[in-house]
């Protein structure tokens, strides 16, 4: 089993930027594919980023494209989401989860593992 928990959620200006980081603690991240999700208010779940079990493959949701970057640090068992230019529709639960494929999969039902969510909100 693993355990994650997020952290690094706040309130941010329009424009700004933020770290999110998810701690992983059970067994070792480099045997599952990692992935941000996030909710906005009255909306479904939505994948935003994910890195496959190697690290060596990204994807990213169209509309963060060239303003979010998944890594992560395996030495630390943790993986982090840097948020550049915040925009209001940004606003939302961010969950980190993993998928034991090891493979980046943009639905939810592959991953397993799931963390408690952290806020993140960009006013208008």
């Known amino acids: 089993q693993l355990q994650l928990v997020e952290s690094g959620g706040g309130l941010v200006q329009a424009g700004g930027s933020l770290t999110l980081s998810c701690e992983v603690s059970?067994?070792?991240?480099?045997?599952?594919?990692m992935a941000w999700f996030r909710q906005a208010p009255g909306k479904e779940r939505e994948f935003v980023a994910g890195?496959?079990?190697?690290?060596?493959?990204?994807e990213y949701e169209d509309s963060v494209k060239g303003r979010f970057t998944i890594s992560r640090d395996v030495a630390k068992n943790t993986v982090h989401l840097n948020m550049n230019n915040l925009k209001p529709d940004d606003t939302a639960i961010y969950y980190c989860?993993?998928?034991?494929?090891?493979?980046?999969?943009?639905?939810?039902?592959?991953?397993?593992?799931w963390g408690q969510g952290t806020q993140v909100t960009v006013p208008s």
């Open positions: 059970g067994r070792t991240i480099e045997y599952y594919a």
């Open positions: 890195i496959n079990w190697s690290g060596t493959g990204t």
């Open positions: 989860a993993a998928g034991r494929s090891g493979i980046v999969v943009r639905s939810e039902s592959a991953y397993s593992f």
